[in-house]
């Protein structure tokens, strides 16, 4: 198990960029796959992208492709959201989630931050 806190998150405008950190306890940091979720107000939380516990491979949401950059530094315990040319309809929480042994795609998550707001104004 790890415990995950999330940071980065804030106010943007359409077109701007923000990089989105999450970092975990623990010295298993590296058995585990990250994915990023959202969930913007009145729609079902969505996953948005996920890399695999040995980093080899990323997948991402098809509404993200080309934007959004998802990265990890073992060494620092923490994986990363690099979210460029950002769009209103990228306005959510964005959660991280962890998964052991995980393959960084959609799934069960075992393991829950308790979310960073991002919003993008028009």
């Known amino acids: 198990q790890v415990q995950l806190v999330e940071s980065g998150g804030g106010l943007v405008q359409a077109g701007g960029s923000l990089r989105l950190s999450c970092t975990a306890s623990?010295?298993?940091?590296?058995?585990?796959?990250i994915a990023w979720f959202r969930q913007a107000p009145g729609k079902e939380r969505e996953f948005v992208s996920g890399i695999k516990w040995t980093g080899s491979t990323t997948k991402y949401v098809d509404s993200v492709k080309g934007r959004f950059t998802i990265s990890r530094d073992n060494a620092e315990n923490t994986a990363y959201l690099q979210m460029n040319s950002l769009k209103p309809e990228d306005t959510a929480v964005y959660y991280c989630?962890?998964?052991?042994?995980?393959?960084?795609?959609?799934?069960?998550?075992?393991?829950w931050g308790q979310g960073t707001q991002v919003i993008v104004s028009s």
């Open positions: 989630a962890a998964r052991q042994y995980g393959l960084g795609i959609p799934g069960p998550y075992t393991d």
């Open positions: 623990g010295r298993t940091f590296n058995t585990y796959a």
